[in-house]
Nanobody
Framework: QVNLVESGGGTVQPGGSLRLSCAAS????????VGWFRQAPGKERIVVAA????????YYSDSVEGRFTIARDNDKNIVTLQMNSLSPEDTAVYYC????????????????????WGQGTQVTVSS
């Protein structure tokens, strides 16, 4: 069992940046892949980025490719999501999730939901 805690959300103007963090408590990420998902009001929750257990491979959705960067520090049990050039369309609750699947694409394309979820952090992009 691993508990995930997100932080770093907030309100930012269009074109701005935010950095989200996901910390594993009560355990470690171990050999699990980790992903960031988001859910905008009235929309389904979707994956935006994922990273393999080693950090050697990543996945990005088309909507964030080139603007967001996912990274992990297994020694510190932290996964981050650097978000640049934010737009109002990025407004959502962002969730961190971890799964026993070790690959980034495996987590992103998995038919069922990941095994572990954080509580989410709100990101609002507004002028």
């Amino acid at each position: 069992q691993v508990n995930l805690v997100e932080s770093g959300g907030g309100t930012v103007q269009p074109g701005g940046s935010l950095r989200l963090s996901c910390a594993a408590s009560g355990g470690t990420f171990g050999s699990r892949s980790v992903g960031w998902f988001r859910q905008a009001p009235g929309k389904e929750r979707i994956v935006v980025a994922a990273i393999s257990w080693s950090g050697g491979s990543t996945y990005y959705s088309d909507s964030v490719e080139g603007r967001f960067t996912i990274a992990r520090d297994n020694d510190k049990n932290i996964v981050t999501l650097q978000m640049n050039s934010l737009s109002p369309e990025d407004t959502a609750v962002y969730y961190c999730a971890a799964d026993e699947i070790s690959t980034a694409y495996g987590l992103a394309l998995k038919a069922s939901e990941p095994d572990y979820w954080g509580q989410g952090t709100q990101v609002t992009v507004s002028s």
